[in-house]
């Protein structure tokens, strides 16, 4: 089965204002602005941190996070990593993150 | 094609100018009255508006005005000839919303004290357009009652002080308030809006009308509610200023840059009120509280 993994936008392609707890987020090359919460500017800034041209599995992706932040989903028997790549799979259907497969 | 128009005239309002033609006279020279202390001289236009006759014959047997222009909405629908000055005044505004690109406008009222505006935004009939009026007859500097204007490379507003456009029992409040006879334009009853009848800020803003301020407040006025305040988050502003701004989007990213700039260089608040008198009072005492903290800040 291929595994997804994600990448950061070069620099250039968000604008990101903190407004409160939130993000205000100017996607440039299609002109649309988001409004998002916690944990999605964490986790732009986590993939950000890998590197813009550096894919990275949601499990990497995990190990990289778990020190600075508590991934606990709704369902204490969901795994952090099945959460964290629901969240990113989201991203990248915004287009607020490049996704690849990986055989 | 462009068509000949009969009657024009060029109308400078703040940044913008407007070129009116008219298959008839009566709205132009209300136009020229209504906006006497305006510049009118012959420039070239950023817009231009034509009030023509829906059909070559209605001209003569049941005047009717179309709204045609740059920009024309499917819905722009004609209106009888009596109401030729709502026309020009509603296809000016439709202009402005849908062509205007320098400023990132916002459906807002503004009125400043010391080189500092207050913005008030809100549904229509919210109350922030008789609310600015109130103002400017109390002491405040007139900017506008329709649109702000707002620099996204400066972060300043641009004033685009137009006549106020009064509505219903906000007529009969405004006139107790003015009590210069010449500064009312003509009482147009039956309107899509109801009844409408414009007032003329001072000369003196007219005259400052190409001096930009500072934004210092954000306000949600809504005019029939009990007395409340509420501080609004930055987040929320943002939202709803991107619905109250009519070219956010059509900006792109120097819209982006303007409105999160404005959003987190101002403080916002949510103000309900139930009388015109109430909501001037409250917009004085946010305005000294916030106007104490600039000192403090100038002061350290």
Redesign the interface.
């Known amino acids: 089965m291929s595994e997804r993994a994600y990448a950061a936008l070069p620099g250039h392609a968000l604008?990101r204002?903190r407004?409160?707890?939130?993000e205000?987020i100017?996607h440039?090359p299609s002109?649309i602005?988001h409004?998002l919460a916690e944990p999605v500017p964490e986790l732009l800034d986590a993939l950000d941190a890998v590197g813009t041209d550096t894919f990275v599995t949601a499990e990497r992706l995990v190990a990289q996070i778990a020190s600075r932040f508590d991934l606990v989903g709704d369902d204490p028997q969901e795994r952090p990593e099945q959460v964290l790549g629901e969240r990113l799979a989201e991203l990248a259907a915004l287009g607020l993150v490049r996704l690849r497969a990986e055989a | 094609m462009a068509l000949a128009m009969r009657h024009a005239c060029f109308i400078t309002v703040g940044p913008a100018r407007f070129r009116i033609g008219s298959d008839w006279r009566a709205p132009i020279d209300e136009l020229r009255a209504l906006y006497a202390d305006y510049p009118l001289d012959e420039v070239v236009p950023d817009f231009t508006v034509r009030l023509q006759a829906t059909s070559a014959l209605r001209r003569y047997v049941r005047p009717q005005v179309a709204i045609a222009g740059d920009f024309t909405l499917p819905d722009a629908l004609p209106l009888p000839l009596e109401q030729g000055l709502l026309a020009a005044e509603m296809a000016m505004n439709l202009q402005m919303a849908l062509g205007w690109r320098r400023h990132l406008l916002l459906h807002a009222s503004a009125v400043s004290r010391q080189g500092r505006a207050v913005v008030m935004t809100g549904l229509s009939g919210a109350g922030k357009s008789t609310l600015s009026a109130l103002l400017a007859e109390r002491g405040w500097r007139f900017l506008g009652d329709e649109f702000v204007l707002l620099d996204p490379d400066s972060g300043n507003i641009a004033p685009f002080p137009r006549p106020v456009s009064l509505k219903n029992q906000a007529i009969a409040a405004m006139e107790r308030e003015v009590d210069d006879e010449t500064r009312f334009g003509p009482v147009l009853r039956d309107t899509p809006k109801g009844t409408i009848r414009h007032l003329r800020p001072r000369t003196e803003w007219i005259e400052q009308m190409a001096r930009e301020t500072r934004p210092g407040l954000l306000l949600f006025p809504r005019f029939g509610f009990p007395r409340a305040v509420r501080r609004m988050?930055?987040?929320e502003s943002?939202?709803r200023l991107?619905q109250a701004s009519t070219n956010?989007?059509a900006l792109?990213?120097r819209g982006?840059?303007a409105l999160?700039g404005f959003?987190?260089s101002v403080p916002a608040c949510a103000i309900d009120y139930a009388t015109g008198d109430e909501g001037v009072e409250l917009v004085e005492r946010l305005w000294s509280e916030q106007g104490a903290k600039w000192g403090d800040r100038a002061a350290a």
């Open positions: 604008k204002v407004m409160g707890g939130l205000a100017y440039t002109g602005t409004l | 988050d930055e987040a943002f939202v991107t956010y989007v792109g990213e982006f840059d999160t959003v987190r």
